[in-house]
């Protein structure tokens, strides 16, 4: 079993700053794609950023957001720049992880950690 822990969430002002943290453990061989995704109360859940082979943003963080991985640490972060009260949202934690030799791939999310953007 793999498990996901995020960290980093918390209350800021609007153009503030946040960096998430994401920490996978357990029975890893690989893992192929680690990503943020978030959820607003009443909508349903979207990609903030992903990466992979390549990085990709949904447009909305594009300029403002930067993925980056610690492959030693099993570790995906997300700093967060430039906040807007629309970024208020829970944001879960997302592997795609091989867990043996085999090509097989499982997916695994975090728990999520709130992020709240207010005066």
């Known amino acids: 079993q793999v498990q996901l822990v995020e960290s980093g969430g918390g209350l800021v002002q609007p153009g503030g700053s946040l960096r998430l943290s994401c920490a996978a453990s357990g029975s890893i061989f690989s893992i192929n794609t680690m990503a943020w995704y978030r959820q607003a109360p009443g909508k349903q859940r979207e990609l903030v950023a992903a990466?992979?082979?390549?990085?990709a943003y949904a447009d909305s963080a594009k300029g403002r957001f930067t993925i980056s991985r610690d492959n030693a640490k099993n570790t995906v972060y997300l700093q967060m720049n430039s906040l807007r009260p629309e970024d208020t949202a829970v944001y879960y934690c997302?592997?795609?992880?091989?867990?043996?030799?085999?090509?097989?791939?499982?997916?695994?999310w975090g728990q999520g950690t709130q992020v709240t953007v207010s005066p």
């Open positions: 997302y592997a795609e992880v091989r867990t043996d030799y085999r090509r097989y791939t499982y997916q695994f």
């Open positions: 990466s992979g082979g390549d990085t």
